[in-house]
């Protein structure tokens, strides 16, 4: 069992960076792929990025490549998501999520635990 809180969230002016954080408790985190996903009022939720267990292999998604940057820390159990240049289409609630496997995945429904959201604030 892994249990996900993010924080990092805020309000932040187009071009703009902002660096989230995602604490974990639980034995396996070090074993687990994470994700960072988002969702806009009124929008499906949406793959951000992905990181397996190791750190060794990324995945993102084509709206934030070269401006965001997923990471982990499994010492600390803690998974980092770095957004620079910030827009104000990257406004939505960021969720981070883990996976009991630890290869990277896309898919929300691939992912088994679930963190409870922090707001991101992108004005223009």
């Known amino acids: 069992q892994v249990q996900l809180v993010e924080s990092g969230g805020g309000l932040v002016q187009a071009g703009g960076s902002l660096r989230l954080s995602c604490a974990a408790s639980g034995r396996t985190f070090s074993s687990s792929a994470m994700g960072w996903f988002r969702q806009a009022p009124g929008k499906e939720r949406e793959f951000v990025a992905t990181?397996?267990?190791?750190?060794?292999?990324?995945r993102y998604a084509e709206p934030v490549k070269g401006r965001f940057t997923i990471s982990r820390d499994n010492a600390e159990k803690t998974g980092y998501l770095q957004m620079n240049s910030l827009k104000p289409e990257d406004t939505a609630v960021y969720y981070c999520?883990?996976?009991?496997?630890?290869?990277?995945?896309?898919?929300?429904?691939?992912?088994?635990?679930w963190g409870q959201g922090t707001q991101v604030t992108v004005s223009s």
């Open positions: 990181i397996n267990w190791s750190g060794g292999s990324t």
């Open positions: 999520a883990a996976r009991k496997w630890g290869n990277l995945r896309d898919y929300a429904s691939d992912y088994d635990y």
